[in-house]
């Protein structure tokens, strides 16, 4: 017989579905994202099966353009944005920092209600013939030309915005409002400070987006000249418009992955994180800093040329805070008692691969290489080695590590090594190619190419077969230890966060006393033992 | 019954927010130039404070959330800024 807990309190679907308890919200984020991360991996796989030929054999140019289109879409609004602040975040912030619950519950379970109808509006996009934009939805194409479904699919992308903005605030209020007694700004979680970054950009940023995917339905359907130079508009209003949401938006992807390795680094080297301060600040660095470089993405596009130079210095200032967060985890490490669980081996790769994907952003912020690589493989290899090396591999890295947590379940450790070398290995044969292809000049969105690119694309397209089966082992041993899986103490990890001092899975009201913090995170023995943060 | 007090301070916010409304479209005929549309933005700018101030009950706000508000303002200047940037020094 298992203690009362948030699983087992009721079974009802209405318990489920009207919930407000951020652990159950969580879990209804954590099933939806499966869906949709699937569908944005089908079109993806479509696309690398297209890509293994240098002629089209699977696909319509018109298709391809509408599978890359529904891959962006999906992915970065329905699954890289709420992934870890939605799923992670909303089931662990409350425990990390010993409050029963986030500041608005019923907001909360709005965020998801409002999430799911943006998503299936986005949906119905797909069956009713998809959109040929790319994600990016640039006038004037989207706006004149475009015969696809754009003002649906912009309206399933504006209601998560608002999904978003709820759940930005949320954490926001809830950071500030309710952390345990003891727990000041400087004894808080890495992985808190970086989703209150990430929310700040949220809040910030994503009402800029609704505006502009509005102005796009307003130029569309009523023809006010907005972005259409013909009726006075300005189409690089557009591009400045949606990257000053959009670049903003690749660090909501990317600082809660930095968090969740805050976390793992410390644990499984049982060390302080080095130099908790400077990580701490450099992600509220990156949140500022990263709202002045979005220019970066529109060097090629005809703006002055002083405007290119100020967003190219930018881009180089907003490296400095993700390199200290770098160095500072390598230097964790250093003396550690290092263990290579699985959540350590996604930790060590996400390092890696986040790296190569910071440092390749480099090459792109110089104006001269972006004039030869905008729009070609070298782009598309570099924010996936952020987004899916970086971002995906956190996740999934986090979702292991707080996988007892939430479930109360151990999953089996050698398949999640398994898994976890294989992800590396996959995505590095996947996307490395893609650096080659693009300094080459192959450009990006094509499904036909020379044949002289095959080789590295048929490297990249065997790269993507063993990615997609190290994505979906998973979905089995992880769906196995659901069920079958064996019981989880409340602190498989020996981890010191206030989260691991409460039982797997929590009560209902996460703490049967209310914690008192007495101590900094990540505190260690002499001999590597966690000290509580509330002992 | 409810002791709830009808809310003449939004009544009246709401009020004026209509004038300006029609203030701004009436002194959009008139041929003013260049001034038009710094009438229209002056108009728009009070407007925008009624709102805050009123409807967003700004005027009762600790000062945490009048940062996070001034913040919002502060990051549409952002925009603005590095946005009138590219617009005004292109060749």
């Known amino acids: ?94 425990l990390m920092i010993g409050a029963r619950d986030l500041a608005f519950p019923r907001l909360n379970l709005l965020s998801w209600y409002l999430f799911m109808l943006g998503g299936t509006v986005t949906l119905f996009t797909v069956l009713a013939g998809g959109i040929d ?151 509220l660095a990156i949140a500022a800093v990263g709202f002045l470089v979005w220019g970066h993405h529109m060097f090629v596009s005809g703006q002055s040329l002083l405007a290119s ?18 160095f500072n985890w390598t ?10 669980d699985a959540p350590m081996l996604y930790a060590l790769a996400f390092i890696g691969l986040f790296t190569i994907g910071g440092l390749t952003g480099l090459f792109l912020a110089c104006l001269a290489y972006d004039v030869h690589a905008t729009d070609t493989y070298f782009v598309v290899a570099h924010f996936h080695y952020i987004m899916v090396g970086g971002m995906v591999t956190a996740y999934f890295g986090g979702l292991h590590y707080w996988w007892p947590k939430m479930t109360g379940r151990l999953y089996s450790e050698y398949w999640a090594r398994t898994a976890a070398v294989l992800i590396f290995f996959g995505f590095n044969l996947t996307f490395f190619p893609q650096f080659v292809l693009g300094a080459e000049g192959m450009p990006r969105r094509y499904h036909v190419y020379p044949p002289e690119f095959q080789v590295w694309n048929v490297l990249s397209s065997g790269g993507a077969t063993i990615l997609a089966v190290a994505y979906l082992l998973p979905l089995f041993y992880l769906g196995y230890s659901l069920f079958f899986g064996a019981r989880a103490p409340a602190n498989p990890w020996n981890a010191p966060g206030l989260e691991w001092q409460t039982p797997s899975p929590p009560p209902e009201h996460n703490f049967d006393q209310q914690p008192i913090v007495t101590r900094p995170p990540y505190q260690y023995s002499p001999d590597f033992k966690a000290e509580p943060q509330n002992a | 019954m ?69 913040a919002g303002l502060f990051w549409l200047g952002i925009l603005l800024w590095l946005g009138m940037m590219d617009f005004l020094t292109r060749t």
């Open chain 1, 1 to 94: 017989m298992t203690d009362a807990n948030y699983l087992n309190a009721e079974y009802s679907l209405r318990s489920w579905f009207f919930t407000t308890d951020h652990k159950r919200i969580a879990i209804l984020y954590f099933a939806s994202l499966i869906l949709f991360f699937f569908i944005g991996g089908a079109a993806a796989t479509a696309i690398r099966i297209e890509l293994a030929t240098p002629q089209a054999d699977l696909v319509s140019s018109d298709m391809y353009n509408r599978l890359f289109t529904m891959h962006g879409i999906i992915m970065v609004w329905f699954f890289l944005i709420p992934s870890i602040p939605n799923t992670l975040g909303n089931f662990i912030v409350p």
């Open chain 1, 133 to 283: 934009t790319g994600w990016t939805f640039y006038t004037p194409f989207s706006t004149l030309y475009s015969n696809s479904y754009v003002a649906v699919a912009v309206t399933g992308v504006f209601i998560s915005g608002f999904s978003s903005i709820l759940t930005g605030l949320n954490f926001i209020v809830t950071i500030h409002r309710l952390r345990a007694p003891g727990l000041t700004w400087y004894r808080l979680p890495l992985f808190i400070w970086s989703l209150y970054a990430t929310s700040i950009i949220l809040v910030l940023a994503t009402p800029v987006l609704a505006m502009t995917l509005v102005l796009i339905a307003v130029e569309r359907l009523l023809g006010v000249g907005i972005f259409d130079p013909a009726i006075g508009g300005d189409p690089l209003l557009f591009q400045h418009l949606f990257w000053f949401y959009s670049h903003p938006a690749v660090y909501i992807m990317i600082l809660p992955g930095m968090g969740v390795i805050n976390e793992l680094i410390s644990c499984f080297s049982r060390k302080a994180v080095f130099g908790y301060k400077f990580v701490a600040w450099a992600s």
């Open chain 1, 309 to 326: 130079l100020v967003f190219s210095f930018m881009s180089f200032v907003v490296a400095v805070p993700s390199a200290i967060k770098v």
């Open chain 1, 331 to 340: 230097a964790t490490l250093h003396k550690g008692s290092i263990h290579f």
């Open chain 2, 2 to 70: 409810t002791n709830w007090p009808p809310p003449l301070h939004l009544v009246g916010a709401w009020l004026a927010l209509v004038a300006l409304l029609v203030l701004t479209v009436s002194l959009a005929h008139l041929p003013l130039g260049a001034f038009n549309a710094a009438i229209a933005m002056s108009i728009g700018a009070v407007k925008a404070a009624i709102v805050a101030a009123i409807f967003m009950e700004l005027r009762h706000r600790d000062a945490t959330t009048l940062i996070f508000a001034g």
